[in-house]
């Protein structure tokens, strides 16, 4: 299309790209005096494909012309949390973090120092990584042990190298798991739908009937964090009826004999057992998935917890004997174009790593090797540890935080120690858009742009294309993005006499850092700028080329790394937490409780503060089956309280009867606050799942991710509505 055919005298159309979620759609964004007054999808985005949702269609531009937004620095003047705020200039915002990272490092090392972002692999999480680099301090905090950790953490040592790369369009069977791509991913279920209408196969598994499950050709339902035992039965199905590919197993794979004495076990009758689906269910699976290509379509719910990464190899060491990696319509795998450079090639470049001996101090590296410390995923830094450091000094001191585009108050686990810990700190400062509880309780607060102002370019998804962001004008206020953030910081270092700083952090702005992105793939900004991508030449199954990166240079279904480890090197079942638990604790905390559903309003915590999507979902729910709600007396629309065994907080709840839930099993989002309520946490106590979770121990053995599903948990009816029961509360 030719987008300047979309024109009119006043208003001008720029090709671009909503980063509102992971998603990333292609976008067309009207512009009129530098103001963008309608967002809407570029049908021709090799990504999305015309996909698009009301996130980016109403969130992204009421976020950015939000009568509230924080449009200017602030500096602290009440007690933290008190919210008495001055306005600063930028130079005395810039000082003062400066001022307040130099104090905590001369007093306590620069390990001392730490950074907050939702990923590393966002152009942020660059920004943050090499800041902090500067200073000495290799402790990044990101939130991907709640993500997609395990997942990228099992693709990393089993060697697939798949990311997102899903080609469903092309598939015969799509294999959905613990995936709710109807609110999560309008892209991927857009093309499931193109794909079942062209004949493909849909199956999923999920303990919740999502729109997936309804529109499935064959649904399972497991017990919470029993997918694994499902998964190694579907391998054994594959391996006993000889659908797997041979030619691929044998030239390609490592560990094929060991795997397949492990799946022995797996008869899918034993794990029918352990999953409550029936087995004929488990073998109709298997033998839908074997009919390819096919391709393993995953989400959160078997992520983000303590058997996350196991979980994941089972379901990769099946995508890998099934031969569906890398074909048409398999799980491709990541591609960009030669001489283009990835966030994460951008971080590990041996100029911008600090020596090893520092890496092998960051927290949680001496645990979680493989999450934390120099040969990890993304070399962050282990939350929980890094908390515990904050609020112990323990195994060294954490004093001074810089947090960037991540709602931590609402968004970890243990809300009142998230609190506690950030109000132990010598130094907080926070850049955001809005006022969200965890700036409430900064020293500094920065004005930081949208996806509507800042000049953005990264490799898409599984390597679709590059794409761009595009500003449609100057930002709000006095609005920066973290680039020009970090470089006042580094420049000050500089200025300080610290010349070792400059190698860290080498961009002028973020228009050299793209650039740099750019390198010699021959991609230029101007021609991202014509449509908002660009497409590159793909070449699929080139194993010869490109091998694989295991110790092996194979598909590591038997893990040399995990055995390295000390840890389980074949795919295995762990039993999940209800199964461990002994008797007496089961019956007093006799419900199963999984977090974390996505809402098509909402990403996380954000967009509670606007009407638009509190009147799409205007109170948290949680999904209860109509006989559990009957055994406790509960009826729809009722508020409860819901208690897990290891925290001491609470969460107040609405119930939504449903049968798309199983008996005992609630279901329920997260991210809630109410930006309408008094105090600096703003109901982050009171109406957020993660004020009644723990993030403590146990964790996942590879990637310390605590459990955000399948918890023990036990519900008490409250009185009132929400509202009343809020403000009787004083809140
Ligand atoms: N609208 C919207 N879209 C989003 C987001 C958002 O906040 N809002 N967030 C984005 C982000 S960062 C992420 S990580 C993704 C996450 O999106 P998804 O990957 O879809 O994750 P969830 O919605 O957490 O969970 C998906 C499904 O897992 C199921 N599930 C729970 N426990 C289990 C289990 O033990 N086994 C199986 N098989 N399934 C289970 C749940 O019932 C749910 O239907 O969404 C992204 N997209
Ligand atoms: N119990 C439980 N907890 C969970 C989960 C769960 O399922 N259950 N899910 C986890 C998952 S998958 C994730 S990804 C995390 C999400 O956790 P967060 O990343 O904290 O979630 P958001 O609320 O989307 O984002 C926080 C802030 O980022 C700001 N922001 C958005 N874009 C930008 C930007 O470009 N730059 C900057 N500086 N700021 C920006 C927004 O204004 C918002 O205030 O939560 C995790 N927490
Ligand atoms: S799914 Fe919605 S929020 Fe996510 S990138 Fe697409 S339009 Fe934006
Ligand atoms: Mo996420």
Redesign the pocket.
Known sequence: MRYHDLMTDRAKVIPTTCWE???HCGALATVEDGRAVKIAPNPDHPGSKGAF?V?GIRGLPELTYHPDRVLHPLKRIGARGEGKWRRVSWDEALDEIFAGLSAARETYGPLSLAGAVSNATFSRGVALTQMLRAFGSPNLLINQDL??GCRAVSDMVTGLGIGNGEDIDNTRCALV?????Y???PAEWMALKRAQAQGAKIVV????E?PAAKIADLWLQ?R????AAIALAMIRVLIAEELYDRDFVARWCHGFDKLAARAETFTPEFAAEISGVPADEIVRAARLYADGPSCFV??????A?TAGVQTFRAFHALVAISGNLDRPGGNLRVRKPKGYRSYLDVQKMPEHRLPREVEEQTLGAAQFPLWSGPDSWQNVCHNPTAIEAMLTGKPYPLRALHVSGVNIVVTYPDTRRTIAALKSLDFLSVATHMMTPTAEYADIVLPKTTGLEEEDVTLENGGVCVGMIQPVGPPQGEARDDFAIARGIVDRLIASGDNEAARFYPWADKRAFNDCLLGSSGITMEQLRETGYATFPRAFGNFEETGFRTPTGKVELYSERLAALGLDPLPGHTPPRVTRADAATRAEWPLLL?T?????????SRYRDHGWARKVSPEPWVQIHPDTAAEAALADGDWVLVETPDSDGACRLQVAVTDAVAPGVL?TGM?WWYPEAQGPERGALDININGAMSYGAPWDPATGSPDT??LLCRISAVEGTGREVRNEKGV
């Open positions: 979620c992971s998603t949702c996130k993500c997609g798991v613990g995936r709710n791509p609110a999560a991913n598994i999920d303990p919740a999502t497991p919470p964090g029993t997918d995953s989400g959160h719910g078997i992520d917890f999984l974390g559903a996505r809402e098509k309003s909402y990403h996380h279901r991210g599903r399948g």
